[in-house]
Antibody, heavy 123, light 108 residues
Framework: EVQLVESGGGLVKPGGSLRLSCAAS????????MSWVRQAPGKGLEWVSS????????YYADSVKGRFTISRDNAKNSLYLQMNSLRAEDTAVYYC????????????????WGRGTQVTVSS | EIVLTQSPGTLSLSPGERATLSCRAS??????LAWYQQKPGQAPRLLIY???NRATGIPVRFSGYGSGTDFTLTISSLEPEDFAVYYC??????????FGGGTKVEIK
């Protein structure tokens, strides 16, 4: 089954660190750009970061720039998000999402999502 | 940053009724706008991309229209499974990729 499975979430104190992972299966991970999108409790969706297929280009939301690092390992079909200096406002479900491949073209929409992993930043 | 404003915040309708959701961009995004559906406890699902194209497997009762700054998502006849939150997202001018605040379609 084509899927993304996130892991690594949990409870962390303010100022702490966490590393999220996303395992991809049943598609050619190395050819897709990937992203992280988060959703705070009861709130809407917020784009966090994106990385192109060969890691040539990386983008961050201003809210996480300098604190979060996105990376990938195509040999392991995995995407990562290293989160440092965590704040209460980083509390959210973090989704791994694939750049859309639609009608033989790619678009910066998200056509495949994982189920998410909960990150809670609290003392 | 392009801000997307969705309206209304909540839409109360009955099964079989027509739903019309709006998304307005703070500046033109040409046709580079998508719609997603999210049900409680689930990840979002892509419905419409580039304003009017249905994603794979999306029923024909979902349609999108618009360009520039004003977009609509229409559900022609609501099915019980369509009651959910809907988000728009633009890819025209980024980073950042931005989402609207969402419209909840609830059962009246």
């Amino acid at each position: 089954e084509v899927q993304l499975v996130e892991s690594g979430g949990g409870l962390v104190k303010p100022g702490g660190s966490l590393r999220l992972s996303c395992a991809a299966s049943e598609f050619t991970f190395s050819t897709y750009s990937m992203s992280w999108v988060r959703q705070a409790p009861g709130k809407g969706l917020e784009w966090v970061s994106s990385i192109t297929s060969s890691s040539s280009y990386i983008y961050y939301a201003d809210s996480v720039k300098g604190r979060f690092t996105i990376s990938r390992d195509n040999a392991k079909n995995s995407l990562y998000l290293q989160m440092n200096s965590l704040r209460a406002e980083d509390t959210a479900v973090y989704y791994c999402a694939r750049k859309g491949f639609l009608d033989l073209l790619t678009y910066w929409y998200f056509d495949l999502w994982g189920r998410g992993t909960q990150v809670t930043v609290s003392s | 940053e392009i801000v997307l404003t969705q309206s209304p915040g909540t839409l109360s309708l009955s099964p079989g009724e027509r739903a019309t959701l709006s998304c307005r961009a703070s500046q033109s995004v040409t046709s580079s706008l998508a719609w997603y559906q999210q049900k409680p406890g689930q990840a979002p699902r892509l419905l419409i991309y580039d304003a009017s194209n249905r994603a794979t497997g999306i029923p024909v009762r979902f349609s999108g229209y618009g360009s520039g700054t004003d977009f609509t998502l229409t559900i022609s006849s609501l099915e019980p499974e369509d009651f959910a939150v809907y988000y728009c997202q633009q890819r025209s001018n980024w980073p950042p990729l931005t989402f609207g605040g969402g419209t909840k379609v609830e059962i009246k």
